[in-house]
């Protein structure tokens, strides 16, 4: 028996963030299309030579994508809504990026620059946003409408596959799987899975054409399997795959993020000559797959977590795997894409050396797939070195005293009822704010955040180098701050905020400021397109040694008289948006950070804040795939938010706030949060969300976004006030704040003024007809 080793993907983003340089100059007009694609194949050089001589044998190809993976699919299989076609040829890159980010076209008043929007060309909205399964990765929805002609567009795949080949790389081609694909559709008046055939032939013609270039193996993606299967779901899986299963290309089937559990065995009886499990998410589901796999099915473990970044227990993987190994042909392989995991940990030369002997990166997680492929194929002595590392490694962090902190403990053992909740009711707290706050009909806000233009990251960048001493880094900070108060005091915004110039990022800003945290210099992943961040890696218990935001809020508020707003990242998102401990329950890491964000709460409230935003982003992404887990998570998740909060007294408003997700099925815990103000991401979607909100009779304000932030595109005063008539449709005036999507930190001033001018305008003109009405 032989075991061979595999990636299933790798970081597109290059070391040190080269695709989304290369990205950024294009958009900008910087450099043209041939630059931005050689740029874009010399990182695919680079990924193919560097997993082949880290001792990869399965290398991918197709894994590469200039944005979005999922968008790829939509624009190979011709699924490109009709307002972004130009012609009845080829989708082009201008296509491509006007679906990913909009395009600003006429109407924004040429306040974005995006390739392919000319000066007369209309202004287009992005296709919508959301996140990949329980990933902080965000994908392109699919859209497709009744009457839709699918029709096969540039085929990347292939393209990928020849250009490895002619550079002497041999790959396995990655696909995302049709039935998973036509699963993440949004189907505007039809069911997308009217469309199976059409997608399952044109996946036929793919492989096709693959087979005919030399692939012998594709990897097709279809992390569904991993979720509650709909009974439409499972029959279109099984006359997908009886289509596709065809001699001359082998299918490795390839499933992540979760156990198989009830859909095991129907996978496995998939006419397939492969199937991908992920070990890591559920170890325990290998005994049941080893007795209903035919021996002929190659069998791909995912023994190396790709979704974290500790380094793995060799020796006790090696104990779980070699049985399985004296008996049948195995490929070990990471437990899914490293696209979620950074690039290189050589890179880190700032990192406790403690703390680093317990990382692994992407690089490193192929070395381990390589130990460990010797030590199955040659035995354990050829490695015996890198085993002993490997087992001081594991037995140093488990002894560690970085670890734990008594105090910390005994202040979680604590916790009782009492402390998340609130002293009255919504209607309660709202009469009480509205006498503070003294806020007009449809009040106006900002999410928290405004650009971080190149002044303030050079100005950040000359103090971390110790180029700028910390007296003139302040001052730079407050001249920064004070502009901001006075521009938000002009354009008439009701409720402020500071603008976070101090802030790197909303989690690695509280995360240095937390005891049990620690950050890399290069440890970046992919967000969306060139949008990437560094996750802190909580790696210990954490407390909150001293205040992290009051004294920037106090000078805040001492410019101005309007409510300026506490600005605080929930202890829910903070997890979520971290590479989190494994030597505990998540549940219990959320608890500490609760704590922690409620000391600053209190504090907030103490200095004379009497709006504190605590923002969770990320709750909804945290939702395990298995309906039958979410209510637990979903309890200690609410709870978590609420011991963050609940301390304030009734005259203090808690806003929150939470990005792309879909919040209907979780819309009683999101009510439990118990927040007084919720702003929620809702302009791509024309308010579609919101009918959920007014089924379930949401009973505290929301501030529906009217201006999509993630794209360059700048919206008009009428079009936001024809979004907030239709909030109007679906929910009381009474309850409705005008907001933007999200924050505006990757966003250019120009056109955060023109979309804040607008903005502000139209919440008048929705005054000004409800007096009409009234």
């Known amino acids: 028996m032989t075991v061979s080793i595999a990636t299933l993907g790798f970081p597109r983003i290059g070391p040190r963030r080269e695709l989304k340089t290369a990205l950024e100059n294009f958009w900008s007009g910087k450099t043209g299309e041939s630059d931005l694609l050689e740029s874009a194949s010399g990182l695919r050089t680079a990924a193919w030579a560097r997993q082949r001589a880290l001792g990869a044998d399965w290398l991918p190809s197709g894994d590469f994508s200039l944005y979005d993976h999922v968008l790829d699919t939509s624009v190979m299989l011709g699924a490109i809504p009709e307002r972004y076609r130009t012609g009845d040829g080829e989708a082009d890159l201008s296509t491509y ?66 250009e490895a080949r002619a550079q002497g790389f041999e790959t396995r081609p990655v696909l995302l799987g049709p039935v998973t694909w036509l699963s993440l559709a949004k189907g505007r008046g039809v069911d997308p899975f009217e469309f199976l055939d059409e997608v399952v032939s044109l996946y036929g013609v793919i492989l096709g054409h693959l087979g005919q270039a030399g692939a012998e193996w594709v990897q097709i993606d279809e992390p569904i399997l991993v979720t509650d299967l709909s009974d439409i779901q499972r029959r279109a899986l099984t006359r997908a795959y009886a289509r596709l299963a065809r001699p001359g290309v082998k299918l490795m089937l390839t499933t992540y993020f979760g156990g198989l559990e009830d859909n095991l065995g129907f996978a496995a009886a998939l006419p397939v000559a492969g199937l991908h499990v992920d070990l890591v998410r559920a170890p325990g589901q290998i005994d049941a797959l080893l007795k209903v796999a035919p021996k002929d099915l190659l069998l791909s473990l995912g023994v190396i977590d790709g979704r974290n970044i500790w380094r793995t227990d060799l020796d006790a993987l090696l104990a779980r795997i070699e049985p399985i190994a004296a008996i049948r042909d195995l490929v070990l392989a990471p437990s899914c894409s490293l696209l979620h995991v950074p690039v290189d940990l050589a890179l880190e030369r700032r990192l406790d050396p403690e703390l680093t002997q317990w990382l692994a990166f992407a690089v490193q997680k192929v070395e381990e797939l390589a130990i460990l492929k010797r030590a199955l194929n040659e035995g354990r002595e050829h490695v015996a070195e890198a085993l002993a590392d490997s087992r001081r490694a594991a037995i140093a962090r488990r002894t560690s005293p970085l670890i734990h902190d008594a105090t910390v403990a005994g202040r979680v053992s604590g916790i009782t009822p009492a402390l998340f909740e609130r002293e009255g009711d919504v209607a309660t707290r709202a009469a009480a704010q509205a006498v503070v706050l003294d806020l007009p009909d449809f009040p106006t806000t900002t999410i928290g955040s405004f650009p ?59 995360g240095e400021r937390l005891s049990g945290f620690a950050f890399t210099v290069s440890g970046w992943v992919q967000s969306y397109g060139s949008r990437c961040v560094r996750p802190p890696i909580l790696y210990g218990d954490v407390s909150r040694p001293s205040a992290m935001t009051v004294e920037w809020w106090r000078y805040a508020q001492s410019l101005t008289e309007r409510p300026v707003k506490g600005m605080l990242t929930g202890p829910v998102t903070i997890l979520n948006w971290s590479f989190v401990r494994d030597d505990q329950p998540r549940e219990a890491s959320c608890r500490q950070i609760a704590l922690a964000i409620r000391d600053e709460v209190l504090d907030l409230e103490a200095a004379g804040a009497r709006a504190i935003q605590v923002d969770e982003a990320a709750l909804r992404e945290g939702l395990p795939l298995r309906h039958r887990e979410w209510q637990h998570y979903l309890d200690w998740a609410v709870e978590c938010f609420r011991i963050s909060a609940a301390g304030v007294g009734d005259a203090t408003q808690i806003h929150t706030h939470m990005c792309y997700s879909e919040f209907n099925d979780i819309l009683p815990s999101i009510g439990a949060m118990d927040a007084d103000v919720i702003s929620i991401e809702t302009a791509r979607s024309q308010m579609e969300l919101l009918e959920g909100f007014a089924r379930y009779r949401y009973p505290a304000a929301i501030g529906p976004g009217v201006y999509d932030i993630h794209a360059p595109r700048v919206p008009g005063q009428d079009e936001m006030v024809a979004l907030m008539r239709l909030a109007q449709q679906h929910l009381d005036r009474s309850q409705l704040w005008v907001n933007p999507d999200c924050g505006l930190k990757t966003r250019k001033w120009p056109e955060v003024r023109s979309a804040i001018e607008a903005m502000v305008a139209a919440a008048r003109t929705l005054r000004g007809e409800a007096r009409v009405e009234a």
């Open 452 to 510: 971080q233009t190149e002044a303030v990251r050079g100005a950040r960048a000359r103090f971390n180098r110790g180029e700028l001493d910390a007296a003139g880094y302040d001052a730079f900070l407050r001249d920064e701050t004070a502009r901001a108060i006075r521009w938000q005091e002009e354009v008439g915004l009701d409720m402020l905020v500071h603008g976070e110039f101090e802030r790197n990022d909303m989690v690695q800003y509280f």
């Open 97 to 162: 990026f006007a679906m990913a980010r909009g395009t600003a076209g006429a109407a924004s008043g040429g306040c974005g620059h995006d390739h392919g929007a000319g000066a007369g060309e209309a202004s287009l909205t992005a296709c919508e946003m959301t996140k990949w399964f329980d990933t902080n990765y965000h994908y392109m929805v699919p859209e497709l409408v009744p009457g839709q002609k699918l029709a096969l567009n540039r085929l990347k795949v292939l393209d990928d596959y020849r």
